[in-house]
């Protein structure tokens, strides 16, 4: 099914997306439409133009294909599926994820993977492409955030405060340096061979989806950032 997105409003195009019989939907000018695929399984959908806030929020198994930029709170609270973005990405990208993939080919902006969380099997993922902005994964409970900086000339590729509140999961960053405003609530050290194995198939994954070199990807070294307890407001409480 082909949809032109030219002129409708958010809600006739997603009742036209989750009317439709067919799993593949290629929808065409979007400009600015929220909620796209909002709750939506076993579809494959693909996008050219800009989806508005929200696109694929509680996500539950549909993959998105974006050709363009997508704005604040792209996959939130998903619970499966895969968002692929051929470019950059708003604030809030991934909050509360709770499964499936995310993969920016450009930079994404503040509170990416804030308050992402895994469950068993369940183990969300975020991959950019460029730079984050402030607040990466602030308060992530779990999943894994990889931040690549193609475009950062090996300086740590986020803004300030990482992994604030952190307390599960991991954030890799790919550069010389980390950053400089680094809470000492977190753990850190320089990812070794198995790391980097760990990570080759997501990393594989993103060159082919963007055509990058893997090569220059494993040019520079990348961290792990992690949480140094489970609960890192103890300090903060008394108890009787």
């Known amino acids: 099914m082909k949809i032109d997105a030219q002129g409708l409003s958010f809600q006739e195009l997603n009742r036209q997306v989750k009317q439709s019989a067919d799993r593949k939907i290629k929808i065409q000018n979007c400009c600015g439409q929220r909620y796209i695929a909002s709750g939506l399984a076993d579809k494959e959908l693909s996008i050219v133009g800009v989806p508005g806030n929200a696109l694929g929020a509680y ?44 993969f920016i080919h450009g930079d994404t902006g503040y509170r990416t993977g804030i308050h992402m969380k895994e469950y068993q099997e369940k183990k969300p993922l975020i991959v950019v492409g460029g730079a984050a902005g402030s607040f990466l994964g602030e308060y992530q409970a779990g999943g894994t955030i990889i931040v690549l900086g193609l475009q950062s000339d090996g300086q740590a590729p986020v803004g300030n405060f990482c992994g604030m509140g952190m307390h599960g999961g991991k954030i890799y960053l790919r550069g010389d340096s980390l950053p400089a405003d680094l809470s000492d609530r977190l753990l850190h050290r320089v990812a070794g061979l198995e790391d980097l194995q760990e990570i080759e198939p997501v990393l594989k994954q993103f060159c082919e989806l963007f055509h990058e070199s ?15 307890s489970k609960n890192p407001y103890k300090q903060l409480y008394t108890t009787n």
Do not use: C, H, W
Request: hydrophobic share 35%.
């Open 59 to 102: 996500l539950d198994g549909t993959d998105i294909y974006v050709q363009g930029n997508v704005q604040d709170a792209t996959g939130d609270t998903m619970n499966a599926g895969n968002i692929y973005v051929n470019g950059m990405a708003g604030d809030a990208t991934g909050y509360a994820m709770r499964g499936g993939s995310i």
């Open 214 to 228: 893997m090569q220059t990807i494993l040019e520079k070294p990348f961290y792990i950032i992690t949480p140094n």
